[in-house]
């Protein structure tokens, strides 16, 4: 089955709109499904124009795709289990918070929270992304348990904040204070990044371009070899944070 | 006629012992206030009655109008921002909140910038805080980090620190030692026993190396961090172990510098990282009279402090998302209502933009910046002087602000409960 949703022009294009019901299980269902724009409690199709072609009997086999202005349509394919969501634009907050299975894959940028304390599946994001990407709630404890998110860009602060398993892959460069918090896990980034892996307890995070500011309080374990998307680099190896009594490994590229 | 015990609502420090002179209901004489306590009680430039912007003009209106007006507004909006509450009473901030769940809007208090990082700090891993009083009376070592005390706290260090003796530290100007961090040589700098400078933005490095050090590890430290040497940080941080009671006070030069909340957390690890050797609290040195006071009431009845979003029906709170900076420059609100604040002054110029763009009502008793981005204003009585209610100091302690004077003004309470009666009237609640 696949459900096209194209967004349809909005008096105040600017409102959030809250959509956790977008998730492929509930469209075995129908499309008779509602979300919120600002404080007003809006069916579906008030908001999009709604296509369904071909049957399907399960979650995975439904493959859900946003068109149109999404950039301010937040938690779409929040607790997805399985099943696909394709969407040619932006998208907003959230996007994929907790999901445990499944796809999304987003053609332009997401905004924050990007699979929020995600547990399994994967995202792909071929744009950009902005603060707290793979990260955890306010307060909570754990980030991201598990799973796959692939950034083809680059992602703002906070990216993998509290990670605790799974992986985060970012080709570009990150903000400030990337892997803060980490606690398991593997964070990947591309590119430059400011102040990586503060307090980190445990996991590993690799930097393929360059570190602004090492944090003082990661200890230098030297220089090893190592195999990263099939090349063979020279990496730094740091363990820390050690004001944390951490024990996260952090691997920079020589001379980058 | 002298009234005494008149509590100061301008700072969290709530100073709760001025003597204020009263003649024909005019403040006209305050002792012992700082300046600004001075200026706060003496200055006198009132609206005189609710004023609606009408073309490129205002028009006088009556309270009656006002409430109407204001009540529709928000009655038409798709998602209202309630803004402000810091400088208003506990009261007031109560129906402030009940108003935000009968519209299905957002509300959020200064926090939003100033203390809102130290808050997500203290959630993630909780305040070892305490008193002033306690400080007072025990505190040996004290440090202000990016707080700049004698100028926008001027009583704190005479009351509370530097300058007062206490049960167990008598001599106290001899007896305390006094830390200050900050990026430049402040008036609180030029009194410290030892003064930290910081290269600006490097907070989190100088608190991480703090911490390792404490715990035995200056090893992995190198010569310098963020512009200060190893041997000072070394000697700051035996001064920190050594105190019989240490507090660290900390202000927007940590909260709101690169880094934010994780500034924040790091400097409450500090702080549990010193109470395996000896006794130390950490508190935030609140900015507005009753910041603090927002924060309570909105956690009594949202269980959030602030940026609490009630669009749904039910609580969300997501700072970075439902915070009024965050929303304001997204362009998400269609209406604004502000109280006890000035966002036109303080908040981004996109965020004065977008309150511009949108009706925005205000409840102020002066003209300010806001009032020229708003659609309406009504005037009030200000808390402390010619309204009375519950304010709580930057330690969290509730303190009863008095009316002082007689005032044709009603107080915020009094407007804004009216508002929602009108609200749920509207509403057939
Ligand atoms: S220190 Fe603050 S509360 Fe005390 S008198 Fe001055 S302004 Fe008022």
Redesign the interface.
């Given at each position: 089955m696949r459900v096209t949703l194209v967004a349809r022009p909005r008096a105040?294009p600017?409102?959030?709109v809250?959509a956790e019901s977008i998730i492929p299980q509930n469209f075995l269902r129908g499309t008779d499904l509602t979300v919120?724009?600002?404080?007003?409690e809006r069916r579906l199709e008030e908001l999009f124009f709604i296509t369904v072609e071909g049957p399907a009997v399960s979650p995975d086999q439904v493959e859900v795709v946003l068109m149109g202005a999404t950039g301010?349509v937040k938690r779409v394919g929040e607790y997805m289990n399985a099943g696909r969501i394709v969407i040619e634009g932006d998208i907003g907050?959230h996007c994929g918070n907790f999901m445990s299975g499944g796809e999304i894959v987003i053609k332009s940028n997401a905004d924050?929270?990007l699979g929020r304390e995600m547990r399994g599946g994967r995202i792909t994001c071929m744009g950009s992304t902005s603060?707290?990407c793979g990260a955890g709630?306010?307060?909570e404890k754990r980030g991201m348990r598990g799973g796959t998110i692939e950034i083809f860009g680059g992602a703002g602060d906070f990216a993998g904040e509290y990670l605790a398993g799974g992986e985060v892959r970012i080709h570009g460069s990150c903000g400030?204070?990337a892997g803060?918090e980490m606690r398991g896990g593997l964070l990947v980034i591309g590119g430059t990044v400011t102040?990586p892996c503060?307090?980190m307890t445990a996991g590993t995070a690799v930097v393929l371009g360059h570190v602004n500011?090492m944090?003082?309080?990661?200890?230098y374990q030297g220089v090893n070899d190592e195999v990263w998307d099939g090349k063979r680099l020279k990496m730094d190896v740091w363990e820390g944070?050690?004001?944390?009594?951490g024990k996260g490994r952090l691997l920079v590229a020589v001379g980058k | 006629m002298k009234v005494v015990d008149v509590v100061c609502p301008f700072c969290g420090c709530l100073c709760d012992d001025l003597v204020v002179e009263v003649c024909d209901e005019k403040v006209v004489k305050v002792e012992n206030g700082c300046t600004l306590a001075s200026e706060k009680f003496l200055g006198d430039h009132r609206l005189q009655s609710p004023i609606l912007r009408e073309g490129f003009g205002w028009r006088e209106i009556g309270y009656e109008e006002a409430i109407s007006v204001a009540a529709d507004i928000l009655l038409a909006?798709?998602?209202p921002l309630l803004y402000g509450w810091s400088g208003t009473h506990g009261e007031a901030q109560s129906v402030g909140v009940h108003l935000a769940e009968v519209?299905?809007?957002v509300i959020d208090n200064t926090s939003t910038v100033c203390h809102g990082p130290s808050i997500?700090a203290i959630?993630?891993v909780g305040h070892p805080g305490c008193t002033l009083g306690q400080v007072k009376n025990r505190a040996d070592v004290v440090v202000y980090w990016g707080a700049n005390a004698i100028e926008a706290h001027p009583r704190h260090m005479s009351r509370y620190t530097t300058f007062t003796q206490g049960f167990f530290v008598k001599d106290a100007h001899l007896a305390r030692t006094v830390i200050v961090v900050d990026t430049r040589r402040t008036e609180t700098a030029e009194i410290a026993d030892e003064f930290v400078q910081v290269e600006a933005g490097y907070d989190?490095?100088i608190l991480?190396?703090l911490?390792?050090i404490v715990?035995g590890?200056e090893d992995?430290?190198?010569g310098a961090?963020g512009g200060v040497a190893k041997t000072q940080l070394i000697r700051v941080a035996e001064i920190c172990k050594r105190a019989k009671f240490g507090a660290i006070f900390f202000g927007l030069g940590l909260t709101m510098s690169?880094?934010k909340h994780?500034n924040i957390?790091?400097a409450i690890?500090l702080v549990e990282e010193l109470n395996r050797h000896t006794k130390w609290t950490i508190s935030p040195m609140r900015g507005h009279w009753n910041v603090y006071g927002s924060n309570e009431v909105f956690t009594w009845i949202s269980g959030y402090p602030f940026a609490v979003d009630?669009?749904?029906g039910i609580a969300f709170?997501?700072?970075?998302?439902t915070t009024s900076v965050d929303i304001l420059r997204?362009?998400?609100c269609?209406a604004c209502l502000v109280v006890g604040s000035d966002p036109g002054a303080h908040l981004p110029r996109a965020c004065a933009a977008h309150l511009a763009k949108i009706p925005t009502i205000q409840l102020d008793p002066h003209v300010n910046a806001t009032t020229h981005l708003a659609t309406l204003q009504i005037p009030v009585a200000v808390s402390g002087i010619d309204a009375e209610g519950t304010a709580y100091r930057m330690d969290g302690v509730p303190i009863r602000v008095q009316k002082l004077v007689e005032t044709k003004f009603p107080d915020d309470t009094e407007v804004l409960s009216a508002i929602y009666r009108r609200v749920r009237e509207v509403k057939g609640q």
């Open positions: 105040k600017s409102l959030p809250e919120y724009e600002g404080n007003k301010r907050m924050a929270w603060h707290n709630y306010r307060g400030d204070m803060i102040r503060g307090n500011r944090l003082p309080t990661f200890q944070d050690v004001a944390n009594r | 909006a798709d998602l519209l299905g809007g997500l959630q993630e989190y490095e991480s190396a911490r390792a715990r590890r992995v430290i190198s961090v690169a880094g994780k957390r790091n690890e009630f669009s749904r709170y997501n700072p970075g998302e997204r362009g998400e269609d």
